[in-house]
């Protein structure tokens, strides 16, 4: 149980332009969902928390207009980036919390390149 | 914001026991320690948690000092599979609350 998936696992895109990433949880309802970004040899870097239905909340330093965050159903987040530059290039990984609140899911990852 | 510190880097021989230490003496009465590791280019994956007592599960066990400024990550029979980038986080068990992760252990199990 607890399985969270992303699509796509990798994508490559031109500067300028938009991408989408989705994440879901399996079998599982996600109240909350959260977004991170990894750098190559560095640590997860929380980007922002989503709970259904509500606005997400960004950290510090994370441009909301910039890391669009939508999680319109409790088995779905979306994280699109926009307008995207090669400095955006990295790891995105997002994680669930169920009911019970007491563990995150982490899914796969999607690794974006930006040219 | 990681209020962990963790050794950067362990070699461990296949097959014998890997013990992880992480210290975290700011720890509040209402967080739990909580181990995630991650593989090369996955996704983190949970291991195990506990507040005060000792825990053990499938995976591993924690063992979580009197003061619980303190915890080691226990690996009873490591594996190649089991080289990875370990991270002990804290944070209290409540709904939405986030992780933060700090820069964790690279343990490299050694043929």
């Known amino acids: 149980g607890a399985v969270v998936s992303q699509h796509p696992s990798w994508v490559i895109c031109k500067s300028g332009t938009s991408v989408k990433i989705e994440c879901r949880s399996l079998d599982f309802q996600a109240t909350t969902m959260f977004w991170y970004r990894q750098f190559p040899k560095q640590s997860l870097m929380l980007m922002a928390t989503?709970?259904?239905?509500?606005?997400?909340?960004?950290e510090q330093g994370v441009e909301k207009d910039k890391f669009l965050i939508n999680h319109a159903s409790l088995t779905l987040s979306t994280l699109t980036v926009t307008s995207a530059h090669p400095e955006d290039s990295s790891f995105y990984i997002c994680s669930a919390t169920g009911e019970r609140a007491d563990t995150q899911y982490f899914g796969p990852g999607t690794r974006l390149t930006v040219l | 914001d990681a209020k962990t510190t963790q050794p950067t880097s362990m070699d461990c021989a296949e097959g014998r026991a890997a013990n992880l230490p992480c210290n975290h003496s700011t720890i509040s009465g209402n967080e739990y320690v909580y181990w995630y590791r991650q593989i090369h280019s996955q996704g983190p994956q949970y291991i195990i948690h506990?507040?005060?007592n000792n825990e053990t599960n499938e995976m591993a066990s924690l063992i979580i000092t009197e003061d619980r400024k303190s915890s080691t990550l226990i690996l009873p029979h490591a594996t190649l599979r089991d080289t990875a980038v370990y991270y002990c986080?804290?944070?209290?068990?409540?709904?939405?609350?986030?992780?933060?992760f700090g820069t964790g252990t690279s343990l490299t199990v050694i043929p």
């Open positions: 506990g507040l005060k």
């Open positions: 986080i804290v944070r209290p068990s409540n709904t939405g609350n986030q992780f933060y």
């Open positions: 989503s709970n259904e239905g509500s606005k997400a909340t960004y």
